[in-house]
């Protein structure tokens, strides 16, 4: 059993910034993939980065420069690091973790997904 825990939103005035976090627990061996996704009201969940094991990332264009997405493999812990902050940015952010093998049986079992932050940005 995976679970992945966020921490690290709220509201924050336009051009702020805010940090994101999201752990990952259980008897994991590794991690695939990793990201940052968001749903903002009446709307669908949409991707906003991800991170590969290896530190190989990819972003939404909507972020792209001013948002930035690490991870920790030793602590199965990813972060985004949000500046620039717009109105537009408005949402709960879930973090989603791939290819999560487990030590006691080294199989892959179903992507998981956190409860989600919610982040607001508004004056």
């Known amino acids: 059993q995976v679970q992945l825990v966020e921490s690290g939103g709220g509201l924050v005035q336009p051009g702020g910034s805010l940090r994101l976090s999201c752990s990952a627990s259980?008897?994991?061996?590794?991690?695939?993939?990793m990201g940052w996704y968001r749903q903002a009201p009446g709307k669908e969940r949409e991707l906003v980065a991800t991170?590969?094991?290896?530190?190989?990332?990819n972003y939404a264009d909507s972020v792209k420069g001013r948002f930035t997405i690490s991870r920790n493999n030793a602590k199965n812990t990813v972060y985004l690091q949000m500046s620039s902050l717009r109105p537009e940015d408005t949402a709960v952010y879930y973090c989603?973790?791939?290819?999560?093998?487990?030590?006691?049986?080294?199989?892959?079992?179903?992507?998981?997904w956190g409860q989600g932050t919610l982040v607001t940005v508004s004056s």
């Open positions: 989603k973790a791939e290819k999560v093998v487990m030590k006691v049986t080294m199989i892959s079992v179903a992507d998981a």
């Open positions: 259980g008897s994991i061996f590794s991690i695939g993939s």
């Open positions: 991170i590969t094991s290896s530190g190989s990332t």
